[in-house]
Antibody
């Protein structure tokens, strides 16, 4: 059974930093691209960032480019998101999500974590 | 960025009725579109991918159709557990984008 477990959320002041982690199990982690998807209160999901299985290729939404960095450690089955220069509009539940298939381009998400809440407020 | 517009915003139906949800893309996404269901307090669940393929374990009452810019999610006969929010998502272009959602509520 695929399991994804996020951690690292919390309350942070504007301009601050936070690092999210996602522990994965139940599948061959290094074979699958992974993403972070966030959801602000009462809003629809917003894709944030993606990384290929090898970690070589990364992608970002314009809203976080230059502030967030996605990475992975395939030896530890862990996905991370380093978030710097946080703003109030970054407040959301952050989910890690597994791509549906190892095949290049299959950027749909068939497994999601339970989410971790990030609140940016003074 | 590709904008996905879902309609209606809210759909009020009774169990046993047929539900038809729409997703329109601002430019062609071919068939690279998925549908998700989200129950309050839970993560989204993948229902349909590549416009018409049911994901693993999804009941046959859920079906998807469409290509290009116009897509439909149909639930043939609503069960009580189907009342939730539904989102579409495209993978045709970066950035990946989601629609704003359709809330399916009990009439």
């Amino acid at each position: 059974e695929v399991q994804l477990l996020e951690s690292g959320g919390g309350l942070v002041q504007p301009g601050g930093s936070l690092r999210l982690s996602c522990g994965a199990s139940g599948f061959t982690f290094s074979s699958y691209g992974m993403s972070w998807v966030r959801q602000a209160p009462g809003k629809g999901p917003e894709w944030v960032s993606a990384i290929s299985g090898s970690g070589v290729n990364t992608y970002y939404a314009d809203s976080v480019k230059g502030r967030f960095t996605i990475s992975r450690d395939n030896s530890k089955n862990t996905l991370s998101l380093q978030m710097n220069s946080l703003r109030a509009d970054d407040t959301a539940v952050y989910y890690c999500a597994k791509r549906i298939a190892p095949t290049l381009g299959q950027n749909y998400f068939d497994s999601w974590g339970q989410g971790t809440l990030v609140t940016v407020s003074s | 960025d590709i904008v996905l517009t879902q309609s209606p915003a809210t759909l009020s139906l009774s169990p046993g009725e047929r539900a038809t949800l729409s997703c329109r893309a601002s430019q062609s996404v071919s068939t690279y579109l998925a549908w998700y269901q989200q129950i309050a307090g839970q993560a989204p669940r993948l229902l349909i991918y590549d416009a018409s393929n049911r994901a693993t374990g999804i009941p046959a009452r859920f079906s998807g159709s469409g290509s290009g810019t116009d897509f439909t999610l149909t639930i043939s006969s609503l069960e009580p557990e189907d009342f939730a929010v539904y989102y579409c998502q495209q993978r045709s272009n970066w950035p990946l984008t989601f629609g704003q959602g359709t809330r399916l509520e009990i009439k």
